[in-house]
């Protein structure tokens, strides 16, 4: 493969390493004890850990430029709003602050005395619930918000006067509402053909709370109270006919606080997995080559590098984010992944050479595939800095510093242990105490004896560290089985089944996060959506159509304008035209009653208050200065929206009708807040992607030794990454902000197994291409197994979390482990046997195309 040869950078880059293998050896108490007292310096920056902490809902996933955020600002300076008077829960720009409940009947139907007793005691609960600040009592009647100086209450409560025994003889028609919609009130309708309400299963009350400056905190505070005392309040009632969720607007970001905190013993615990089986495989029965100690170090290097990257970067200000806490599994996986490459070329090194010899060749052999990985690892993440999502952003940025340190250590700190370990063996010391012992076992004692008391063997005909069982059976049977031509004509139907299925799950993922997998799976908030979507998902959210521009609305083709585009929305799949709200609509029918002129600009402006009297509610609707209307607003009403990806879909396509409109408009509701990271999910991922494999081939194409071997490993990534996203589609995970996060770490895992074997490949100096795979795979073959199943065995403990964020983790880092071991010891080799042939074949075409010149 000569011809494919690009040694240029490998070469010196090796000798560079080997050069610092040699130092480190000859002073390796300097190499470590440096790297721990800057550990100890850097890591003091935790001490700002509080200030720096990033855990809101709205900050972490909204993107930092959606234009929800600017539409949010430019609503509330034009619409302020206006609670204390004319309160309407449509015309809010935020979600508000609010507790809801949701009764269902324990029978068919809620709409009887018995049932609406108890829904009475529940809403006297919540109104009698009081909180004491500053020597003044605050209850629901202080912090109301209100409509026509009364505190905004429900509808039916309203019309039966709170008296439960006139609720079987009221009629009401579906579905109730108020000039005011205010979403649905009953849930689980039957009407008859007059659409009279026969029967309900649900009920519906909403509590809205102050929201101005003045009475904001108090009326939060109220909540957090709610939020602790309810539960018990609710077990206090004697209520028998209805089952009751409650949830408040601080309960997501509340319960996602939560749902991390719970987690973290599981978390704690697979982590100690991950360690654990990473360090029962150096476990042996040869008392001075056992290395139990040494993969210990590895796992301690790695949490050194953590703990001071972190510490610079929240010294240096940088949001720490809650999906941070996926970056200590990562970099556990890339350092132990690059101390098992290290320690598996050391014992490849001659048993009876010098220590510092041994590890200036340990690093000459190891440096580059670590150096190829830790490069493309720390691009990857970089380029992750530039999304819109601060999530990612910080995830990125933490995870990138700490894989470069975590590169540091493994080649200082942990450098000098194996050096230390060396002069060890060298000596022919006990590994737990330190004692010497004798290089053979003694006749007459025990064999435990001799695995305790006697070891230092090693294989004398080739002077190398004695291989176990596992390497032997790669060199042996795995790699000639593989390379088997029957065996490679399945791998390659293997292949490309595997690859077929992949790309048909890629087209299969759904976009979007849903928020309501933020909580744990036992929050009470769960029950909550659960009665939502199955009596209350008929009508969607009300959509605010504002004109933020100044027209003149008297101007008649103006007018036609505006109605064209209010049809156009009405006539959208998702719309409900019956809800639609015009105070334009309202104006032009009085004025035709009224015999007026709409068209006139002074009867216009002068007859526009007149209006307010019957509907003051339009009042907050028209924002008028200096006799000037500078912008109004309209209301459509969503309905049919059966889950979050239609919210999607009809949020993008109601945005692009108002976009289409001849008059300027601008169609927002508080829920687009969220609903706004799925529009740029998908290209910010495949974006970053994009840019981390383009940096992998650079980076690979410099440093291993064989172009076409680095366009195989760049290509394996790839395919790793289409198996990890197809398979997620068939597991039921979404591609959002979380997943997002967890694929750009699939890079790093999938670059390890790609490019060692590659690099191992390429760098091989036998000449038979058979030879070649089998040498890679029997010294790479059982570290790619240790670290597949340290991984797999440490996260499974995360399939029992009861978030599915944590669940979705477990799923994508078991995919990338699984296929990225296939692929390290199943499809790459078969592959690279191809190509090579390739190439071979490729340099003697070349070879006689220049002995025909030359003859």
């Known amino acids: 493969m000569a011809g494919c040869q690009t040694d240029c950078v490998q070469k010196p880059l090796s000798e560079a390493f080997q050069k610092l293998g040699h130092l480190v050896g000859r002073n390796p108490w300097g190499f470590l004890l440096i790297p721990l007292l800057l550990a100890g310096i850097l890591g003091t920056g935790f001490y700002f850990y509080p200030q720096d902490k990033v855990n809101e809902i709205e900050e972490l996933f909204v993107p930092v430029n959606a234009p929800v955020k600017a539409e949010k600002e430019l609503l509330q300076r034009l619409f302020p709003s206006n609670d204390s008077v004319y309160f309407s829960s449509q015309r809010l720009s935020t979600e508000g602050i609010y507790v809801s409940l949701i009764a269902v009947s324990r029978s068919d139907n809620i709409l009887t005395e018995a049932a609406f007793g108890d829904i009475l005691k529940l809403d006297r609960q919540v109104k009698d619930l009081s909180l004491r600040k500053d020597n003044t009592s605050y209850d629901f009647s202080n912090l109301c918000v209100k409509s026509n100086l009364s505190c905004y209450n429900n509808l039916i409560l309203n019309e039966i006067n709170y008296n439960a025994s006139q609720i079987e003889s009221k009629k009401f028609t579906y579905p109730v509402y108020k000039n005011d919609f205010m979403g649905l009130v009953l849930g689980g309708v039957k009407v008859n053909s007059n659409s009279v309400i026969e029967q309900a299963k649900a009920f519906r009350l909403d509590y809205y709370l102050r929201d101005d400056e003045e009475h904001r905190n108090i009326s939060i505070m109220w909540l957090h109270k709610f939020v602790e005392e309810f539960p018990s309040d609710l077990m206090q009632l004697d209520i028998d006919t209805i089952e009751v969720s409650y949830y408040t607007s601080i309960s997501r970001q509340q319960e996602f606080e939560v749902s991390h905190q719970t987690v973290i013993p599981l978390f704690s615990m697979a982590y100690s997995f991950s360690v654990l089986f990473s360090v029962l495989p150096y476990l042996r029965f040869d008392c001075v080559k056992n290395k139990v100690w040494v993969v210990m170090f590895g796992v301690i290097s790695a949490g050194l590098s953590l703990l001071a990257s972190f510490g610079l970067l929240l010294y240096c200000g940088v949001p720490f984010a809650i999906t941070i806490a996926n970056s200590p599994f990562l970099i556990l996986g890339i350092g132990v992944d690059d101390v098992f490459v290290i320690i598996s070329c050391w014992q490849q090194t001659k048993v009876k050479s010098k220590v510092e010899e041994r590890l200036a060749e340990t690093y000459a052999e190891a440096a580059v595939p670590i150096t190829i990985t830790t490069l493309t690892d720390i691009f990857a993440f970089y380029s992750g800095i530039m999304t819109p999502y601060q999530s990612v952003k910080s995830f990125c940025i933490y995870t990138g510093t700490a894989v470069f340190f975590c590169f540091l250590y493994n080649i200082t700190f942990f450098g000098a242990i194996l050096a230390i370990n060396g002069k060890r063996e060298e000596e022919n010391k006990h590994w737990l105490t330190c004692m010497k012992v004798d290089n053979v076992s003694r006749p007459g004692h025990s064999k435990a004896y001799n695995v305790c008391c006697a070891g230092g063997i090693y294989d004398e005909a080739t002077g190398l560290d004695k291989q176990q069982p596992i390497n032997v059976f790669f060199k042996r049977h795995y790699g000639p089985f593989l390379l088997q031509i029957s065996t490679k004509v399945f791998v390659v139907l293997l292949y490309t089944i595997y690859l077929t299925i992949s790309i048909y799950g890629c087209l299969q993922i759904k976009e979007g996060m849903d928020y309501h997998n933020m909580a744990d799976d036992k929050s009470y908030i769960m029950k909550y959506y659960d009665f939502e979507g199955a009596y209350f998902s008929e009508y969607g959210p009300r959509i605010m159509v504002a004109v933020t521009d100044k027209v003149e609305y008297w101007d008649q083709t103006v007018q036609e304008n505006i109605e064209k585009c209010m049809k156009r929305f009405e006539n959208y799949t998702y719309v409900d035209k019956s809800f639609t709200e015009s105070w334009l609509r309202v104006y032009k029918n009085a004025s035709n009653r009224l015999l007026t002129s709409p068209y006139d600009k002074a009867q216009f402006m ?250």
């Open 606 to 855: 002068s007859n526009l208050p007149h209006l307010f009297q019957p509907f003051p509610m339009f009042e907050q609707d028209i924002s008028i200065a200096n006799n000037t209307i500078l912008a109004s607003r309209f209301f459509i009403q969503t309905a049919n929206i059966a889950s979050v990806f239609d919210e999607k879909s009809s949020e993008k396509k109601l945005r692009e009708i108002g976009k289409e409109c001849s008059v300027p408009l601008l169609v927002y509701h508080p829920a687009f807040l969220y609903d706004d990271q799925h529009v740029q999910i998908v290209q910010t991922t495949i974006e970053s992607i994009v840019m981390s494999i383009a940096v992998m081939l650079v980076i690979s194409l410099l440093l291993i030794p064989n172009a076409i071997c680095s366009l195989c490993a760049t290509f394996a990534v790839v395919s790793i990454l289409a198996g990890v996203a197809g398979f997620m589609a068939f597991w039921a995970v979404n591609l959002d902000s979380m997943s997002m996060v967890n694929l750009v770490s699939c890079i790093g895992f999938s670059v390890d197994f790609s490019v060692h074997i590659s690099y191992a490949f390429s760098s091989n100096r036998n000449s038979n291409v058979n030879e070649k795979i089998i040498d890679s795979l029997h010294c790479l073959g059982y570290p790619f197994i240790q670290r597949a199943v340290a991984t797999i065995l440490g996260v499974a403990v995360l399939s029992a979390a009861e978030c599915y964020i944590f669940r979705c983790f477990f799923k994508i880092m078991f995919l990338v482990m699984f296929f990225g071991s296939v692929h390290g010891l199943i499809f790459i080799p078969v592959f690279l046997t191809f190509l090579a042939d390739c190439c071979k074949a490729h340099d003697k075409t070349v070879k006689v195309k220049m002995n025909e010149k030359k003859v």
